[in-house]
């Protein structure tokens, strides 16, 4: 089973995208969406950043597959817990999330290595 569905119980939605264009506007301000705010459609999402981050990791080989780590999100912050097999999946994780636009940090405070 891939984050996406692990971590939102539904499946990928159809056109998802890691790093998509705002398709509507913020509905709370009427403006533009907030990156961190922002879902894998360009829809308005209050857990837009972290929905972006599992799609990433779902999309990787490298990490797909591990099924004991949960992402979260505080703002533009990406924060991982639980468990990863080594360092390097772990840096490979932290890599990905980074990349995803809105992601101002990452934090693994939470996360185990073994």
Known sequence: MGFFKKMFGMEKPANAE????PAEADPETGGEISPER????GEYDQSGLAKRV????DGD???MDVDS?????TGGSVVLKGSVPSQEILDKMVELASGVSGATDVSVDQVTIG
Do not use: I, R, T, Y
Request: hydrophobic share 65%; net charge negative; charged share 5%.
């Open 61 to 63: 080989s490298d990490v």
């Open 69 to 73: 780590l949960w992402v979260a999100q």
């Open 18 to 21: 890691v790093n998509p264009a």
């Open 54 to 57: 599992a799609l990433a990791f």
């Open 38 to 41: 922002l879902g894998v459609n």
